[in-house]
């Protein structure tokens, strides 16, 4: 399968009378934008903020970001089973407005994490402080549950970032990458030397908020399986996941999976790289075995050298990591875990609830309960009110200047266990 | 200016090397050996104001002397710092260097580093304690030691934050620290693998606990002549829990006197132990600890004697956070009472 | 810790009711006992039946500790 | 068996399912279950089932054998490393919770535990 991404940079953003891509900006009707949003009637009230690199704002509790992208070949559509039909994705030419992103941000439950600041200290944690980002604060009517509120903020997300994408449809891109994953068969025949990798992708579907989504399909209702990697670029693997916001893999984190543009860099060179196998994170133990054996057999049956693991999420998930490396380890194929720790405030406890021998190769992405400052922001974008109790009342100290005293794993995505950060700890 | 005071051994004093070791600590003003590379590379942000020198042989044969003795003469430059070694792989020397700084750490409350090879003995008894810096294994290194251990020796005189182990130098304490690498995890991890493959060496980011194992001692030749002591970690402890031992990952142990002791009861012993039930262990702590069959033992001569003391900690099972450093401590003990054997019962 | 006692020279039998945590502990002599609340008793038994329990678990352990031992040895009987 | 300190949870399937109910915090409820284990009940449930972490709310629910068996060394396992994870969050800020987080949190707790139940 074969895939042409094709990148349309975008170094800023600005509110227009008319939608449009133009040298490198990105222009965006506000009022189009509010109104699409509010097709649908779970949203009483709905509005767009612009955040860029580099601004004094913070914007919280922010709940997924999504890149724009859109299908100019191929089969499909971006987001198949969520938005699209579900059709077979990857293959084709996709475009993407590299450095723009969507940000949905929501008080869903009493919890609240996932601070993004576009400046300061705070902004090096975060991916999303480099990106201009169309932010979207969407009041729900006061009758909705929980999961009609997440479903509903997680859809307005597609719908406006698929809004944005279309709009690099008939744009020549400014670099073309190209991503191919031969049959087996050919693969075999094509690198006969290099060692044969795999790549064992965790999803943490636990329930309420807790959720992954492949073509539609809740993940923890599926057996492990495979995917073609260009699948994922192309939007089959959504977040549907508001919990644990330093280390949860947004939407925009899996399409962009770092571990699988990496491998795809070596491809051919000094590895072969041969898929991607997707396995979920379930509370109940019987499916973590279940699960974690699908992989091995799975990681067996390709006939791998070694794969990578990547987890998703705090606490049980260590569970699966370690039971995947295991199980695979005890087959004779080599693992590289991604992960990262809670070693506590002091950093000397015991990082992950769970631990063995064979799972010798680890990668950290840092200890997620490290105290940090973050200096008060001019603006805030999000849900005001609630931020106050957000930073106050669970994971840090809210302070007067408006300052923040917090553990890392309050901002969204500084932890993240595909390795998409260069942040790890010794 | 920031005030360094230097410790060395007899070698590197030039004194000396074996047939000196056995001096006793003395002071001298100023630069001593490798003191000179250390001013150096500080330039005028630090000076050294003393060296003390003490030989290997003396230090470690008269360790609470020494350490007494050395602690006053630092004391006296009310310095800003305490530098020990390096000490490569020098056994003894690192030792010295392990106990002196952290003596002075404690007592004093300055801040000290010294430097060591990994696998010198002093490096994992003390790593835990006192920042010491990876070196090679030959004074050759002596540069190379110097370049790691001078700016954080400023870091460290200035209390300013100490970065993480691999960017700063020191051998891991356990004090997991943030940083960041020069490339993305994901980039990382693809080459951990490729080395990994190709059985290349590499070094996992997180270190899994240890999972050591130590060879089976011989077989007790005579059971019916042995000593035998009783140690558990089910929290067995007298009434009252006079030495208030934690429930849970306890940092200390108990030691306690059965001598004359022919049961546990539910009058006199308890468990501390926050990690099971305590009901059917308070109610008759010999399920736990069995004092009174081993009593019945000792008369009936199927075992030599009762060890007088038993050692109680409280500890989960699989914990991976070790009792290590005081069941080390007790073992020793228990090896110097002349005890043949240990049952250890856990919960 | 049972590791410690072992390093310093000493035999030594670890009692303990979970045989998987004795051996990723490092014992090399174990003997199984009761439960974990109670490894040498059963307070569903009379006392003297407890101590009979007692007396049979550590006579197996005074046996492991007079036994060469090699690899991790469990004893179950 | 469910041991759960939530009051939604006990409500819902204290007809059905056998439930019990410890009036007490998310430790408590991790003790109970540990004690439970140790006489030979199993863990069904990871006891950290959701990613919502101990600073955060109050509420847990633990699924586990009703039957009795062999000491399951895997389940003892998993909740001793879940009391220390536990132990680990600072949980002064639990006191900010209003009864609408409450509810929220109760809610979680509940679809989590659903999520088990459902297979």
């Known amino acids: 399968m074969k895939l042409e991404l094709g990148y349309i940079f975008i170094k800023d953003i600005q509110f227009s009378d008319v939608s449009k891509v133009e040298n490198g900006t990105l222009y965006v009707n506000k009022e189009e934008v509010k109104a699409l949003i509010l097709e649908d009637q779970n949203f009483k009230k709905a509005d767009v903020e612009l955040a860029k690199p580099g601004e004094s704002v913070r914007i919280m509790p922010v709940k997924d970001v999504i890149e724009p992208r859109v299908k100019v070949e191929g089969p499909g559509g971006i987001f198949p089973g969520m938005i699209n039909k579900v059709e077979t994705v990857g293959s084709g030419k996709t475009n993407v407005l590299k450095g723009a992103a969507v940000l949905t941000t929501g008080k869903i439950v009493g919890f609240q994490e996932g601070i993004i600041d576009m400046t300061g200290p705070g902004a090096d944690y975060t991916p999303f402080s480099k990106l201009n980002n169309l932010v979207l ?23 406006v970032a698929l809004y944005l994408g279309a709009l690099a449809k008939n744009l020549t891109p400014d670099e073309v990458e190209v991503f191919e994953t031969p049959t087996l068969v050919e693969g075999l025949k094509m690198y006969p030397g290099l060692p044969r990798v795999a790549y064992v992708f965790m999803l943490q579907s636990q329930g309420l908020l807790h959720d992954t989504y492949v073509y539609g399909v809740d993940a923890k209702q599926s057996l492990t399986t495979m995917i073609y990697p260009t699948e994922v670029m192309d939007g089959a693997i959504v977040s549907g996941n508001c919990v644990s916001a330093c280390d949860k893999n947004t939407t925009y984190h899996h399409l962009n999976n770092p571990i699988i543009h990496d491998l795809f860099a070596e491809h051919g060179k000094t590895l072969n790289f041969v898929g991607v ?110 931020a106050d109790v957000i930073a106050g009342g669970f994971d840090g100290s809210l302070h007067k200047d408006g300052s923040i005293t917090a553990e890392l794993q309050v901002i969204t995505g500084a932890t993240n266990e595909m390795g998409f950060n260069k942040l790890s700890a010794r | 200016m920031m005030k360094i005071v230097h410790y060395i051994n007899q070698f590197f004093a030039n004194v000396g090397g ?244 022919t049961d546990l009861t539910e009058e006199t012993y308890e468990t501390a132990h926050g990690g099971y039930d305590p009901v059917y262990a308070n109610q008759d702590p010999d399920r736990v600890l069995p004092v009174d069959i081993m009593r019945e033992f000792e008369k009936e001569g199927k075992i030599g004697s009762l060890h007088r003391y038993f050692y109680t900690t409280v500890g989960n099972g699989t914990a991976v956070k070790s009792a290590k450093a005081f069941a080390e401590k007790y073992a020793k003990e228990l090896k110097a009472d002349g005890v043949d054997a240990v049952i250890l019962t856990s919960t | 810790m049972v590791k410690e006692i072992e390093r310093a020279g000493i035999p030594v039998v670890h009692m303990c009711t979970i045989v998987p945590i004795s051996l990723t502990v490092g014992a090399n002599r174990i003997v199984p006992t009761i439960a974990i609340p109670h490894p040498l008793g059963n307070p569903s038994l009379s006392l003297e039946e407890e101590r009979d329990i007692r007396r049979k678990l550590l006579t197996r352990a005074l046996k492991a500790l007079e036994t060469e031992v090699t690899e991790q040895t469990v004893f179950e009987k | 068996m469910i041991i759960t300190n939530n009051d939604w949870v006990f409500n819902k399937y204290k007809n059905s399912l056998n439930v019990v109910y410890i009036d007490g915090t998310f430790k408590d409820v991790l003790i109970a279950v540990r004690d439970k284990l140790h006489m030979g009940h199993e863990l069904l449930t990871h006891p950290l089932g959701s990613s919502v972490k101990p600073s955060e709310t109050p509420y847990k629910s633990i699924m586990i054998t009703d039957n009795k068996n062999n000491i399951n060394f895997n389940s003892i396992y998993m909740i001793e490393n879940a009391i220390i994870t536990y132990d680990k969050f600072n949980k002064d800020k639990l006191k900010f919770i209003n009864e609408k987080i409450a509810e929220d949190l109760k809610l979680i707790d509940l679809t989590v535990l659903e999520s088990a139940l459902n297979i």
């Not at chain 1, 969407?138 to 719908?159: M, T, V």
């Not at chain 1, 064979?358 to 001019?378: F, K």
């Open chain 1, 137 to 159: 604060v969407c009041e729900p009517i006061d009758s909705l549950k929980q999961h009609e509120h997440e479903k509903a903020l997680r859809f307005a997300g597609y719908k």
């Open chain 1, 277 to 386: 196998i997707i396995t979920n994170e379930n509370v109940y133990l019987a499916d973590k075995e279940r699960s974690s054996y699908w992989s091995a057999k799975l990681v067996e049956f390709l006939g791998v050298d070694g794969v990578i693991v990547s987890e998703e999420g705090f606490g049980n998930p260590d569970t699966d990591l370690i039971m995947n490396c295991k199980k695979i380890e005890a087959k004779g194929i080599k693992t590289v875990l991604v992960t990262d720790e809670y070693a506590g405030r002091d950093g000397t406890s015991q990082s992950l609830a769970d631990a063995d021998a064979s799972a010798n190769a680890v990668v950290s992405a840092g200890n997620a309960n490290e105290v940090i400052e973050l200096p008060p922001m001019e603006k805030l974008i999000g849900h005001v009110k609630v």
């Open chain 2, 18 to 261: 074996e047939e000196m070791a056995h001096i006793p600590a003395e002071v001298r003003e100023g630069i001593v050996g490798p003191g000179l590379a250390f001013q150096q590379a500080f330039k005028d942000e630090a000076e050294i104001v003393a060296t003390i020198v003490c030989g290997d042989s003396y230090f470690n044969e008269n360790m609470d002397e020494a350490k007494k003795t050395i602690i006053e003469m630092v004391k006296k430059y009310n310095p800003d710092l305490f530098i020990a070694g390096p000490a490569f792989n020098a056994g003894r020397y690192g030792v010295a260097c392990g106990t002196i700084a952290k003596a002075v750490k404690d007592e004093l409350n300055i801040p000290v580093l010294t430097g060591m090879y990994v696998e010198n003995p002093g490096a994992d008894m003390f790593k835990n304690n006192i920042y010491i810096v990876s070196t090679k294994n030959s004074a050759a290194g002596m540069r190379d030691a110097v370049k790691k251990m001078a700016p954080l020796a400023l870091k460290l005189g200035k209390g300013e934050k100490i970065g993480a182990s691999s960017e700063e130098g020191y051998i891991p304490n356990g004090v997991r620290v943030n940083f960041y690498e020069k490339e993305r995890g994901s980039k990382r991890a693809v080459k951990m693998l490729l080395a990994k493959l190709s059985g290349k060496e590499f070094q996992t980011e997180f270190p899994m606990p240890d999972f050591d194992r130590v060879t089976a001692n011989p077989a007790v030749k005579d059971i019916t002549k042995a000593k035998i002591a009783l140690v558990t970690s089910g929290g067995i402890v007298p009434k009252g829990n006079p030495d208030h031992i934690e429930s849970s990952s306890a940092s200390k142990y108990g030691k306690y006197d059965i001598d004359g002791v």
